[in-house]
């Protein structure tokens, strides 16, 4: 079984930064694509960016290009995510995940997920 902890959330003012890290356990980590999701209050869960299991790939969501990375260290079993310039459309609580067989941008792909962590942004 593989367990997945987020942490970094917090509350920041809008142009801040944060960064997010998840810790992964259970299984061997390096074989794994690491997805960040994110869910506003109301709104469908949805793609924010996802990093290939050598850290080679990444892709990103249009809404964040350019203000987030994504990085990982396999030795340590965690992937980051670096957020700059944050805006309150970046409100949600932010889930990270695992796919085991492809580098992809849809939710469906992933099969062990965190419980997340909120993130608020004020004005």
């Known amino acids: 079984q593989l367990q997945l902890v987020e942490s970094g959330g917090g509350l920041v003012q809008a142009g801040g930064s944060l960064r997010l890290s998840c810790a992964a356990s259970?299984?061997?980590?390096?074989?794994?694509?690491m997805g960040w999701f994110r869910q506003a209050p109301g709104k469908e869960r949805e793609f924010v960016a996802v990093i290939s299991w050598s850290g080679g790939i990444t892709y990103y969501a249009d809404s964040v290009k350019g203000r987030f990375t994504c990085s990982r260290d396999n030795a340590k079993n965690t992937v980051l995510l670096q957020m700059n310039s944050l805006k309150p459309e970046d409100t949600a609580i932010y889930y990270c995940a695992v796919s085991l067989s492809t580098v992809s941008r849809n939710r469906a792909a992933y099969e062990y997920w965190g419980q997340g962590t909120q993130v608020t942004v004020s004005s």
């Open positions: 259970g299984r061997t980590f390096s074989w794994y694509h």
